[in-house]
């Protein structure tokens, strides 16, 4: 309901995206020398990080994209599995440029089909994907562009899938991991292109598995998927790029960040695989528009119970939706009583409580079936603004 947002705060996921101009044809681009880095500078207190400036610059946003990616370092993998996994996986794990930024990808099929984010083409009108160069640390050339188009998306579980004509020689796709093997605690490593330092390795533990799970980091479009959330180090240019377990298979795409330290979260593999599985295209909702403030209409005081009653406006229609009730004895909790029905005579549909006064739901109860009696319990804690606890009321 639109009231609890105002009254108990809705939680966002971000997800920083990079933006560039538009540019010409995909085709011009392509004879365009790409940008080559001197290699990286020395972070300074004022300014730190800087990203290195290429010797040349190329016209076109395409290429002003690719001008902002530094050509991977040797890696710095810490232990041999590590390094192994890192050697592996990364011939496999792409770097995608369009119009609008760079992103992350995985190839995973043999004939060149690729796994991204949906926002990380989103709205491009020219995608390229370039392999990691055979010499680690090598340059990026024209030559390691490869025009991609989009094959089909998802933008509800944030997903797309993407095709390149041709694969380079000895690349061997990544495999699809088994999502039900994925473990609160587990080692877990991510490949990717954050902030443009291309084909980075980080690792990092599963934190939690949490399913049917929605985010709107873009104010775009409400996704929603099971998630697994982990302290693997992202940044943006990650999106899009795998999330491996220690065999080197993918058990998720990295997608977003959230508000904290160590918040980031990888579209599970299984949600991969129905996406995968699905012929059509899955398009999300458009999001509502902001909820409108809520206004007090009415106050009065009431003898039975004994309180002050307020009639409010939650969504700007003129109209009274709910009723704060807050009770002359302070032990008492403040309630609000809602209805849902559109020609509602005084029927309550759901009452909450703020037991303490303190601005935050403790517990709630619905009348599900309209019939007059409360069926259905749920409990809140810590002010959260989700219940964790839904429990049927017999009789």
Known sequence: MKWIQVAAGALAAVCAATSYAQAGSLEALLGQPLAQSRGPTIPSAKDAPRIAKPSRAPAGAFARALGRVQPDAASATRGAADAQIYRRASPAVVLIVTDQGIGSGSLITADGQILTNHHVIDGAKQIGV??????????LGKADLRKAEVLKI??????????????????????LGDGASVQVGADVHA???????AWTYTRGVVSQIRRAYEWNPDGKAEHEATVIQTQTPLNPGNSGGPLLDAQGAIVGVNSF?????????????????????RSRDRVAAPVPAESCEWTVMKAEAWTDPKGMA????????????????TPSRRRDPKVILTSERPESKGEVDAMYFDANRDGHLDWAVF??????????????????????????ISG
Do not use: M
Not at 157 to 175: E, F, I, T
Not at 192 to 197: A, D, K, Q, Y
Not at 314 to 320: A, F, L
């Open 130 to 139: 370039i392999f990691k160069p055979a010499l680690e640390g090598a340059a």
């Open 154 to 175: 998802d933008q509800v579980a944030d997903l797309a899938l993407l095709k390149v004509d041709s694969v380079p020689a000895g690349v061997a796709p990544l495999k």
């Open 191 to 197: 490949i990717g292109h954050p902030t443009g330092e």
């Open 257 to 277: 960040v959230g508000e904290g330290e160590g918040l980031n979260y990888a579209v599970s593999v299984e949600d991969v695989k129905t996406f995968l599985a």
């Open 310 to 325: 307020e009639y409010a406006d939650t969504d700007c229609d003129g109209k009274v939706d709910a009723t704060i009730f």
């Open 367 to 392: 009348d599900t079936d309209a019939d007059g009696k409360f069926d259905l319990r749920s409990d809140y804690r810590n002010g959260e603004d989700e219940p964790y606890r839904w429990e049927k």
